[in-house]
């Protein structure tokens, strides 16, 4: 038996390899006086489903020993041994089970009921990551923190015998060898990590008195997992063909912009020397001081909404318009036809990423590939994705949930007899700014203000949107303010009891959000944010409850996309409608349910 020798805050650690019977019964005798152990998997990269990916090790740890198990010569006690523990800790424990699930032989349900995840504690005790502030949700970070500050840096001795191989902290996991010593003790140390921050956070987060948020947060994880592993089904045909045809937009938009003198659509100083000599006037510079001609600047001289939808409010720029298209097509080929096309398994399925606790306010993040990334109102894309064989593609979407949440929290009576007598929204906010004879640009602006209101866009967002000028806008707003002037004095006190008190806010569910001091007026959309994806999220647990999980296939913002029989379609949307319709704050948030073919894109057609 190979064994490794450790300190961990002071205390002596060892990681031990299983190599023979007499090691595997050493082992079976040790698993057997433990009550919660700590697990992790060594694999040949992250993609769980592709062909060539296979798991190398699996080990189990304490606070001062560590096992690890070769998969290929022990498969037999890995299964005993994760079947017969009564509790398992990982860090990011949704990826271990995937692997454990598809490549060890237990099963995702065998385990998610019983396993702590210590990325989730991390993230409850602090959401940000460390590029906003916060402690960050890696292991090694945490374990600095909370365990040893001079732990060892198995990742660093990992990279050295990567770069030796050749090889990039990305690569090197598919070539290093599965005995390697290096890869061995790492494997090991990691379990050990893992075991000794679980103690810390556990406690931590007890005396915080998230025990609720700590079992919904894991119940919510093991029903996401589940849709990870079911994935969903590519079109191979039409994703290859949607890979040329925006190889060839690309070119064309590229050779019109070359044609107003731009070589190059990726050149700042081209595109706005171009433009300026087209007679546009760009106020906006980079920190540099060069003009800026971003992706913003651009769609208002296209005369376009962040949405790509017209604005109707000046003549569109043919040059902004060519250099959008360019870069959309350049980006869409690379980022969605060519990843979908990368990451899908022998099965032609993709199952992308769903993170549970992602964002800062805990919203739910889909990546590898990004489809929550995907634009909105676009089918191009999403005709990539199919529904199974004889099921349709249903979506069902959160009525105006933001600004219901927003109406609940701060209990804006004037925008709840709004919501609750079922007007329309945007055209009731409209005439009580401007009165009964508003027109239809003023019901436009209206909608921008209110949902600026809720995501914390200020003017020039605003602006930007709509086409608006300054003063138009600051008009809307003002009189937004006095139609609902609870939000604004509500939004108002969480700002204040941030700047001078503790610089977090609390959402109703408990959890606790951390402020930037620069950036304290953010509370409001904190809150919203937030309070929207708990919604979201119990949705999800309530699905599972009655037994419908297994028709949904991605949350996405407000939605769940689901894959339904099709001769059943309509009763059994009606069913996740039912179970999904909610309420906040005695506020109805009622769905809207739209059955499409079998593509995901005809839902957008």
């Known amino acids: ?79 005993r041994a994760l079947l017969t523990t009564k509790f398992l800790i990982a860090h990011n424990a949704t990826y271990d089970w995937l692997v454990i699930d598809k490549h060890v032989g237990v099963s995702l349900e065998q385990m998610a009921d019983r396993t702590f995840d210590t990325r989730i504690l ?18 090694k970070r945490l374990a600095e923190v909370w365990v040893d500050s001079t732990a060892p840096d198995g990742q660093a001795a990992l990279k050295e015998r990567f770069r030796e191989l050749k090889a990039t902290i990305d690569t090197g996991w598919a070539i290093i060898d599965e005995n390697d010593p290096v890869l061995l003790e790492y494997a ?36 996401v997992a589940g849709m990870q592993r079911k994935g969903m089904l590519l079109d191979v045909e039409y994703t290859r063909d949607l890979k040329a045809r925006l190889g060839v937009e690309s070119v064309e938009q590229a050779k019109i912009a070359a044609r107003y003198g731009v070589s190059s659509i990726n050149s700042t100083a081209q595109v706005a020397a171009a433009l300026t000599a087209m007679g546009e006037e760009l106020t906006e510079t980079t920190p540099s001081g060069a003009l800026k001609v971003d992706k913003a600047v651009l769609l208002t001289l296209a005369d376009l909404d962040r949405d790509w939808r017209p604005i109707g409010a000046r003549t569109a720029n043919p040059l902004a318009a060519a250099i959008l298209k360019a870069k959309r097509a350049e980006k869409w080929g690379v980022a969605y036809a060519d990843a979908f096309l990368e990451l899908m398994d022998t099965d032609n399925r993709l199952h992308p990423f769903i993170g549970t606790l992602q964002a800062r306010t805990a919203r739910m993040s889909v990546s590898r590939p990004p489809l929550q990334q995907l634009p909105a109102g676009d089918s191009m894309v999403r005709n990539c994705f199919l529904a199974d064989p004889g099921e349709v593609i249903c979506s069902i979407d959160y009525q105006q949930i933001e600004v219901r949440v927003a109406a609940g929290v701060a209990q ?7 919501l609750l007598s079922g007007e329309d929204l945007h055209s009731s906010t409209a005439s009580r700014i401007w009165g009964a004879d508003y027109t239809k640009q003023q019901r436009g602006l209206a909608k921008v203000v209110t949902f600026s209101t809720v995501y914390g866009g200020g003017i020039d967002t605003i602006m930007r949107q709509t086409g608006a000028d300054r003063p138009s806008v600051k008009s809307a707003v003002d009189g937004f303010r006095m139609a609902y002037p609870k939000l604004k004095r509500y939004s108002d006190s969480l700002t204040k009891s941030a700047e001078f008190g503790k610089c977090e806010v609390v959402t109703p569910s408990g959890r606790h959000l951390p402020l930037d001091r620069d950036r304290t007026y953010a509370a409001f959309n904190a809150v919203i944010q937030s309070t929207a994806r708990d919604v979201l999220a119990q949705a999800i647990v309530n699905l599972s409850e009655a037994g419908l999980a297994q028709y949904a ?52 057609e």
Request: net charge negative; aromatic share 8%; glycine share 8%.
């Open 122 to 139: 991390a993230h409850l005790l602090d959401p940000r990551s460390e590029s906003e502030g916060g402690l960050g949700h890696s292991l």
């Open 188 to 223: 090991g140390i990691d379990c050990l990590l893992t075991f000794r921050v679980f103690e810390v956070l556990r406690d931590l987060c007890k005396q915080a008195g998230f025990d609720n948020l700590v079992t919904f947060e894991h119940h919510l994880q093991g029903i």
């Open 553 to 604: 296939l991605l949350p996405i913002h407000d939605e769940v996309l689901f894959s339904l029989p099709e001769a059943d379609a309509g009763d059994i949307s009606r069913e996740l409608a039912r179970v999904m319709d909610t309420d906040f704050a005695g506020i109805p948030i009622g769905v809207d349910v739209e059955i499409g073919g079998r593509a995901w894109g005809s839902l957008y």
């Open 412 to 418: 804006d009576q004037a925008l709840i007899e709004v």
């Open 1 to 79: 038996m190979q064994t490794f020798r450790r300190t961990l805050d002071g205390s002596e650690c060892t990681v031990n390899v299983v190599e023979t019977d007499d090691d595997r019964r050493a082992f079976d005798e040790w698993l057997s006086a433990q009550r919660i152990v700590a697990i992790d998997t060594e694999t040949t990269g992250l993609d769980v489903y592709a062909p060539a990916f296979r798991c190398l090790t699996v080990q189990f740890g304490s606070g001062t020993e560590a096992w690890v198990l070769h998969l290929n010569r022990w498969r037999s006690t890995i299964q």
